[in-house]
């Protein structure tokens, strides 16, 4: 699975170098402009470990872009858990700061990575932490398509008299995401 991950890196650096050209006076302009910044993406998680339940998730983020490479912002997002035949159906609603990076580039394609770490919002808290990396795809002047693929893991806790017990529920996970921004006013 590591060499996946490294594998799939690689490649997203590969396309961003290999499509980076000079700009020049009649190449259209590439870029991330600072201010307001929204995604709205859904994705799937194989599970696996200790507890192997796939999820389907729903999510948004929004937030600000402060330079062409980093943005923070904050979101929440529905994990849904499809019933097996040991668990019912389960759900998990984290809420998280995300912080991305991406890597310039004079191209309408840009690798990026991001971190989301929060905590969910039910009954039973857990920590919530997604490592990933992708592909941003400019399809407009104020929308763009994300392609990425990380690591995300739900931490439970279960106290009882006598001890603290932890329940992961990690997982690779795949995610594709609609970008939007407003239009700039000039």
């Known amino acids: ?6 594998a799939f890196f690689l490649v997203l650096l590969t396309i961003t170098a290999s499509n980076a050209t000079t700009l020049n006076g009649d190449s259209p ?3 991330i402009d600072k201010g307001y910044r929204g995604f709205a993406y859904t994705g799937y998680t194989v599970g696996f470990g200790t507890n192997p339940y796939g999820r389907i998730t ?3 983020i929004h937030g600000r872009q402060f330079s062409d490479i980093f943005f923070l912002g904050g979101g929440i997002a529905f994990n849904y858990f499809p019933p097996t035949n040991v668990t019912p ?4 609603i984290p809420a998280f700061v995300a912080v ?4 310039r580039s004079s191209t309408r394609y840009k690798a990026f990575f991001q971190i989301r770490d929060g905590i969910t919002l039910e009954l039973s808290p857990a920590a919530y932490l997604d490592l990933g990396a992708g592909l941003r795809i400019e399809v407009g ?4 398509i994300n392609l990425s693929a990380g690591y995300e893991i739900l931490l439970y806790t279960a106290v009882t008299n006598t001890q603290t017990a932890w329940y992961p529920f990690s997982g690779a996970s795949l995610h594709l995401a609609l970008e939007f921004m407003p239009r700039k006013h000039q």
């Open 141 to 144: 002047s104020q929308t763009a």
């Open 58 to 60: 729903l999510g948004t």
């Open 29 to 31: 302009r590439y870029g």
């Open 1 to 6: 699975m590591k060499r996946l991950f490294i």
């Open 100 to 103: 991305r990076w991406d890597i």
């Open 89 to 92: 159906w389960l759900y998990s």
